[in-house]
């Protein structure tokens, strides 16, 4: 939209934005100006400027949603003035976000006595870190009846996603971070032994793996864990992080046991905004039952006449999000939402066996059994004749933004590169993407061939 009718300014006349006195000079970037200017102006200049982001509908970095529904817009747009902790303002809102609850806890097998609790939050971050000060108190509480020292708790967990590294640093908690066995993406049941104590919180264990996009074996690890119960007689909760396999292992993966079915796992955090299909902003913590959220942490605001418990890091919030993660779980219902994730899952599938051919890779996941998403390293890095630094760079040419990165402790020397199949990666924008990694492996290995371009095979 360059052309426009647009108002006086500086006493002159334009009808083209580019014609305008603002679009004339560099934007404000360290003050604010003395002059307002024509909204039609500003917002072409701010949108022209954001044209040098990445594409998100490239970018097979995030596990984010970067499509969304047109009736997600305008719900959003209709209720993005309402606020998240105005629940008596709100009333509907809040009532939303506590039947988002309920779906969840009953996605996640809590059991139909609407034991569990839970809310919204910004992410799965904040709802991590909900997660972990519920675990932190309940067991400061155990070791004060117990008469013992509550002062040096630790988390154990495997190859985490920096919240959790940002969660025991603000919260005081020792991150004991497992590191990776030989052939391993994540955490291994027999490691656990050696890291939990008297003084371990819980235990995190990830359904999709940030670094791999693979699952840790909830089952085993809950298993070993009862065994060192029954041989010391410490009793360690168990928290998932599922930020993506919270949305899709109800619906494609049903017969994994991972969720409350497991009776050692307390609490769950997913990311609404990953795989549950809603736009940027929410995220979901649910606990088993009450007793798993010390009263403590939860805070009593007004709601009509009567109170309302909220438990959150922050206060004012959109809840537009929330909004729209309601209309998602309607709309898709149970068979929506499985179609979806199976068809990223399917074409996940497709692209690994693409890239597992090509030559080169060696795959770390190969998009069946967790996420719809692969992994993979160079076979020998140092016969390869380029990095996947290299690569990634290589792919940027075309738009493709993909992920290059060392794995975590004990396994740093692999370099994978990750990709992400989400809502909106159809089949043949993947073969798109395979072809232009094909064309970016050939160019690197031989670049005075000039880099193919994109109008062949
Ligand atoms: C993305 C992710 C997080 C952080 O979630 P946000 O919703 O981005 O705050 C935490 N844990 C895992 C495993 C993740 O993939």
Request: glycine share 8%.
């Amino acid at each position: 939209m360059a052309l426009h009718k647009i108002g006086d300014e500086d006493g002159a006349r334009f009808d083209d934005v580019y014609a305008s006195p603002l679009s004339g000079r560099e934007l404000a970037k360290l003050r604010i100006g003395e002059q307002p200017h024509d909204p039609a102006v500003v917002y072409q200049l701010i949108h022209d400027e954001l044209d040098l982001d990445g594409n998100a509908a490239q970018n097979l970095a995030t596990f984010c949603t970067t499509w969304n529904d047109p009736l997600v817009h305008t719900l959003m747009n209709e209720n993005m003035n309402k606020n998240m902790i105005d629940k008596d303002e709100y009333p509907q809102t809040a009532e939303i976000e506590s039947r988002c609850v309920n779906i969840l806890a009953d996605l996640w097998h809590a059991g139909r006595d609407a034991a569990a609790v839970g809310c919204s939050t910004t992410g799965s971050s904040e709802a991590g870190m909900l997660g972990g000060l519920a675990l932190k108190w309940r067991w400061r509480a155990r070791r004060k009846a117990d008469g013992k020292p509550a002062d040096r708790p630790n988390l154990v967990c495997g190859p985490v996603q920096v919240c959790w590294e940002k969660f025991a640093r603000y919260f005081d908690v020792e991150l004991r971070q497992v590191p990776l066995l030989d052939d391993a993406t994540g955490l291994r049941p027999e490691q656990l032994r050696d890291y939990v104590d008297e003084n371990t919180i819980g235990v995190v264990a990830i359904l999709g793996v940030t670094f791999t996009c693979d699952y840790e074996p909830v089952k085993a690890i809950a298993a070993e864990l009862d065994a060192i119960q029954r041989d010391t007689g410490l009793d360690i909760p168990i928290h998932i992080d599922g930020a993506s396999g919270g949305f899709i292992a109800p619906f494609i993966q049903p017969e994994l046991e991972w969720d409350f079915r497991i009776t050692r796992v307390s609490s769950i955090n997913t990311s609404g905004h990953k795989y549950g299909l809603a736009p940027l902003g929410v995220g979901w913590i649910v606990w088993r039952s009450a007793e798993d959220l010390p009263e403590e942490l939860v805070f009593r605001v007004d709601y009509l006449g009567g109170d309302m418990p909220t438990f959150a890091l922050n206060f004012s919030r959109p809840g537009s999000e929330v909004i729209a993660q309601y209309y998602l779980l309607l709309r898709l219902g149970r068979e929506g939402y499985r179609r979806v994730q199976q068809a990223c899952s399917d074409t996940a599938a497709w692209l690994a066996d693409q890239v597992a051919a090509m030559g080169p890779f060696t795959m770390l996941y190969s998009g069946r059994g967790a996420l719809p998403a692969l992994s993979y390293t160079l076979s020998d890095p140092g016969e390869a004749g380029f990095t996947l630094y290299e690569l990634s760079d290589e792919l940027r040419m075309r738009g493709w933004q993909v992920a290059a990165y060392p794995l975590p402790p004990r396994r740093q020397e692999t370099v994978i590169h990750r990709v992400l199949i989400r809502h909106g990666i159809s089949t043949d924008k993947a073969a798109l993407f395979a072809r232009d990694l094909r064309d970016a492996v050939a160019h690197l290995r031989n670049p005075r061939e000039g880099r193919p371009i994109a109008f062949h095979h």
